[in-house]
């Protein structure tokens, strides 16, 4: 079975650009994450899907972070514009539906803000 | 609102040695537990997961982890240590009924001894 996919896996980019990440979920996996973890923390959920809609989304900076789930299936997020704090590895988790299912995660995407 | 303290940043101990990562949570009604382990450059891997019933759970590559209502602790073990355990370990719990929402703590970094 395919794991979680990510691209990139590395980035660098200038403080006000902006910069779009991808998440490809397990097969059949409704449930989709997307976490932030700054070095030497955990990850911090930012937005939760279930299957093309948002369930939780309530830790996402709105004002410069967007992310969608068209068909239920793929994932982007976007940072627009970048800030140096955002310096980060951005993770992708999926879940079957149900709340004893376990996620699993992606190798993530390390985002460099200069 | 929940939450989870790993009091320990890091640990060193010497091959074959036996492991204990501590782990502590907050939560107001029966949480749902978990142990990732985190390579450099990886994703997150589930180790175990505990929802009901015993409360000695059985995880993958050797570890176990004990649920104890009494000290809200969820402590991850391993009789013997290997050098390809050294790894950083997140403890997050969940809450049923919650959607599978995760709260991490801020991990422990292992560190193993030749």
């Known amino acids: 079975e395919a794991g979680v996919a990510q691209s990139p896996r590395y980035k660098i980019i200038e403080k006000r650009q902006s910069v779009a990440f991808w998440c490809n979920p397990i097969s059949g996996h409704a449930t989709l994450y997307w976490y932030q973890q700054i070095l030497g923390q955990g990850p911090k959920l930012l937005i939760q899907f279930q299957n093309n809609g948002v ?19 793929d994932s982007t997020l976007k940072i627009q514009p970048a800030k140096l ?15 004893s299912a ?4 992606g190798p993530g995407t390390r985002l460099t803000v200069l | 609102a929940q939450s989870v303290t790993q009091p320990d940043i890091h640990i060193t101990v010497s091959e074959g040695a036996s492991l204990e990562l501590r782990c502590n949570y907050s939560y107001g009604a029966t949480p749902y537990l978990f142990w990732y382990v985190q390579s450099p450059g990886q994703g997150l891997q589930l180790l175990l997961k505990y929802f009901s019933g015993d409360t000695l759970v059985q995880g993958i590559k050797g570890f176990e982890a004990e649920f104890k209502r009494s000290q809200s602790s969820f402590n991850l073990r391993k009789p013997s240590v290997h ?7 997140f403890c997050a719990v969940g809450k049923a009924g919650g959607g599978n929402k995760l709260t991490f703590g801020t991990g422990t970094q292992l560190k193993v001894e030749l």
Request: charged share 25%; aromatic share 14%; with cysteine.
């Open chain 1, 85 to 99: 704090e955002d310096s980060a590895v951005y993770l992708c988790a999926s879940s079957t539906s149900g709340t």
């Open chain 1, 55 to 73: 369930v939780d989304d309530s830790q996402l900076p709105k004002d410069r972070f967007s992310a969608e789930r068209l068909k239920g299936v």
């Open chain 2, 83 to 89: 050098w390809s355990d050294a790894a950083e370990y």
């Open chain 1, 102 to 105: 376990g996620q699993f995660f």
